[in-house]
């Protein structure tokens, strides 16, 4: 019997599918699905190439709010250059002292709110974050003989549609506020997210955390608070609950389940 294949023998699968119509339904998908697998092999890989980029891109932007919301930046400026003179810390929120268990320049203080052994659950939660970090990374401005200038504390806390993330610069009293600027966040263009507003942002100069008996009086509202208008922030107009939120995630951090131990510290000049 001959080898070769005559026109009444069955035919393989890969025979039957090169001697199919081009738009027959087995040929489209499986154009259709090589297609796909080639995107998603170029996506793949333009991701990982671009990572160190991202991450870079990402450092920078973060040295760049540190730089403006303590007031030393300028346009034009070598920001990694400028950012040198600032001394990264780790710090244990419980006790406010500072630790070199972690290395501080890569240290991810976000990430470790995930982790159970690096953080904790929170019972009373008015910023809205489910879990605190144990340690913060914390940023220390010093002037020429040495002496804290300004201290630079991560914050975050949710909003009305997403979770607001920013820094925020003392003083070298831990109490007067140098100012608040935010970094990443989804609220609505126009209302909430006026905390962009360098005018709204302004108004943040120069007010304090606590009172005379170190009460917590800072509070962003419509109207000023009893305790008077160095304490005082104007609510955004027409975003209520992002200003609240703002509210809460300052008192938040600046409290007791946060950075209080360590301003207290600070105040005293025991750091």
């Given at each position: ?7 009444d023998?069955?035919?393989g699968a ?42 870079a ?13 303590s ?13 040198a ?20 320049t ?5 990430a ?16 809205g ?23 630079i ?8 549609w ?8 003392l ?11 935010f ?17 709204w942002?302004s ?54 389940e946060?950075?209080a131990?360590f301003l ?8």
């Amino acid at each position: 019997m001959s080898d070769t294949q005559t026109p009444d023998q069955p035919k393989g699968a890969i025979a039957r599918f090169l001697a199919a119509p081009p738009d027959s339904v087995g040929k489209t998908i499986f154009v259709a699905v090589a297609l796909c697998l080639f995107a998603s092999m170029i996506v793949s890989v333009a991701a990982v190439s671009l990572r160190p980029v991202q991450e870079a891109n990402k450092l920078r932007d973060k040295q760049l709010n540190v730089l403006q919301v303590s007031g030393v930046y300028e346009p034009g400026m070598n920001v990694a250059e400028t950012f040198a003179a600032f001394e990264p810390k780790v710090l244990e929120l419980a006790t406010g002292e500072f630790t070199d268990e972690f290395d501080a320049t890569t240290f991810d203080d976000l990430a470790a709110a995930s982790d159970p052994e690096l953080s904790v659950a929170l019972g009373n939660d008015p910023a809205g974050i489910g879990r605190k970090a144990k340690y913060r990374v914390v940023y220390l401005l010093k002037d020429d003989a040495g002496a804290i200038d300004k201290v630079i504390l991560p914050v975050h806390g949710y909003g009305l549609w997403s979770t607001l993330y920013g820094f925020i610069a003392l003083e070298e009293n831990g109490n007067d506020i140098f100012g608040l600027q935010f970094y990443q966040h989804g609220e609505t263009p126009g209302l909430g997210a006026e905390v962009d507003n360098p005018r709204w942002k302004s108004l943040w100069s120069g007010k304090k955390l606590r009172d005379e008996n170190g009460e917590m009086q800072i509070n962003v509202s419509k109207a000023q608070s009893p305790a008077g208008p160095d304490y005082h922030i104007d609510a955004l107009a027409g975003a209520t609950l992002t200003s609240v939120g703002v509210d809460n995630l300052v008192k938040f951090w600046l409290g007791d389940e946060g950075y209080a131990a360590f301003l207290a510290k600070l105040k005293t000049g025991d750091l």
